[in-house]
C-alpha cells in the first residue's frame, strides 16, 4: 500500500459467518461461509459456503439471519477442504503472507472463530491468522473523547460506515458483502492518513493489542 500509512503490500479483508440458534452461548458454532476480499484488487474475491459438520443442518434462525440456504451447505465442502483452497487461492493470485495482512471488523473472526474451528478439525491455527488489523479499533483510535459513545448502529460495520459517511451495499451477515464493506471503511481510513497495522495477535490463547 506504497501511498498510504500501512506497512503492507496487500490488506485481504475477511469475513466468517458460522452455524448458530440464536439462544445459546455455549452452542458449538462452525464457519458456513468463508469471505476474503483484496483491498486493491477487483474481481478475484475468494467466497465459499462450507458444509458444519457437528450440526449439519441450519437452525431456522441461522438461515434467517444470514439468507444462507441448506441447499448451499449441502453442496459444499467441508472446512478444511475449503481452507486449503483458500491457500490455493493465494498463490494462484500471488498473496505472499509476509507482505499481507488479514483485516477484520472486530477480534471475533480470529480470536473466536478461527480459533474454535481450526481446534475443532483438530489443525494448528496458522500464522496468518494469529495476528490481524481489527479495523474497528483502528477507527476508535482515531476518534475525539466521546465521539464512540455517538455512533449510530447495531453492528461495528454499521457504526463505521455512518460515521465516514459511506452507504452500505449487499446483505448484512453475508460474508462477501460484509467483507465488500469493510473494504470500503477501511479505504476511507487509508485516504484520511490514519496508520492502518497490525493491533491484535493471539498469543496463548489470549488476544495482545498493540
Request: charged fraction near 20%.
Amino acid at each position: 500500500m506504497t501511498f498510504y500509512n500501512c506497512p503492507f503490500d496487500h490488506l485481504l479483508i475477511l469475513d466468517f459467518e458460522t452455524t448458530s440458534d440464536g439462544e445459546k452461548h455455549d452452542y458449538p458454532f462452525e464457519v458456513i461461509q468463508f469471505s476474503v476480499v483484496p483491498l486493491d484488487l477487483e474481481g478475484i474475491a475468494f467466497n465459499k459456503f462450507v458444509r458444519p459438520v457437528v450440526n449439519p443442518i441450519l437452525s431456522n434462525y441461522c438461515a434467517d439471519f444470514t439468507g444462507i440456504k441448506q441447499e448451499f451447505l449441502n453442496a459444499a465442502d467441508t472446512f478444511l477442504v475449503v481452507y486449503k483452497q483458500f491457500l490455493e487461492w493465494l498463490q494462484k493470485n500471488g498473496f505472499q503472507e509476509r507482505k499481507l495482512a488479514i483485516v477484520c471488523d472486530s477480534s471475533q473472526d480470529m480470536w473466536r472463530i478461527a480459533q474454535y474451528q481450526f481446534r475443532l478439525v483438530r489443525e494448528t491455527m496458522p500464522s496468518m491468522f494469529r495476528q490481524w488489523i481489527n479495523i474497528k479499533r483502528t477507527f476508535d483510535d482515531g476518534l475525539e473523547d466521546g465521539q464512540k459513545n455517538k455512533l449510530v448502529g447495531k453492528s461495528n460495520i454499521e457504526k463505521m460506515s455512518s460515521y465516514l459517511g459511506i452507504e452500505l451495499s449487499g446483505k448484512a451477515h453475508d460474508a462477501l458483502s460484509d467483507c465488500l464493506n469493510i473494504a470500503a471503511i477501511t479505504q476511507k481510513i487509508l485516504e484520511i492518513g490514519c496508520p492502518v497495522t497490525i493491533n491484535e495477535m493471539l498469543c496463548c490463547s489470549a488476544i495482545v493489542s498493540s
